[in-house]
């Protein structure tokens, strides 16, 4: 074992210079465990703001990047100016960008082998919706997800998974620990079948979907849970109990 739990807070479209002043002073409270590496995903307009109001202790992420260094991409942001900002992480793939953005698995994989190449670290989401769930084809979805990226990334070092069940997103309705534990340990299987043992001794899989401080020390106890990425209670002082689950 020995993975650093991990854990992500997913702001998207929220907040603005007065919410995220607030918020900056409860994560600059804590106390943050410091065992565990917090990633805080923000909006593109207040990267630097947040950079600037949080300690080096804990990593900002963008929500998104393009998949080349720069050019005629209107609207887009690149790995590279992220670096510029100091920003060290983005969070790509996640089921937003994919069901609303359209964006497919292989944009996905590109985004994910660019911004590795820049040296960026990345949490790259994954996860099945309702209907593949009870259509039994939770592990296909996540395996095929998971494949596009492998097929392209040859150093998982500083690769994050997070498996969101798309059905758990935002619902209140949370996986159980069981079942995060079960797709959880099948796709470290998976990793081992078809990547190496050791890369899925070492990979850090993320849980999101409605993590709260009231669910999330259950869920952090399953042995294959390596952290979570957090939507909704990541904008509320509770972030610092999730943060803090496996204490
Ligand atoms: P949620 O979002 O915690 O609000 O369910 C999780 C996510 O989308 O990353």
Redesign the pocket.
Known sequence: MGRKFCVGG?W?MNGDKATITELAKVLTTGPLNADTEVVIGCPAPYLSLTRSLLPDTVNIAAQNCYKVAKGAFTGEISPAMLKDLNIGWVILG???RRAIFGESDELIADKVVHALAEGLKVIA?IGETLQEREAGQTEAVCFRQTKAIADKVKDWSNVVI?Y?PVW????GKTATPEQAQEVHAALRKWFTENVSADVAAAIRIQY????TAANCRELAAKPDIDGF??????LKPEFVQIVNARQ
């Open positions: 997913n998207k996640h089921s937003e989401c997070a969101e758990a997103i935002g619902t999101g979907g409605s993590v990425l957090v939507g909704g209670a990541s």
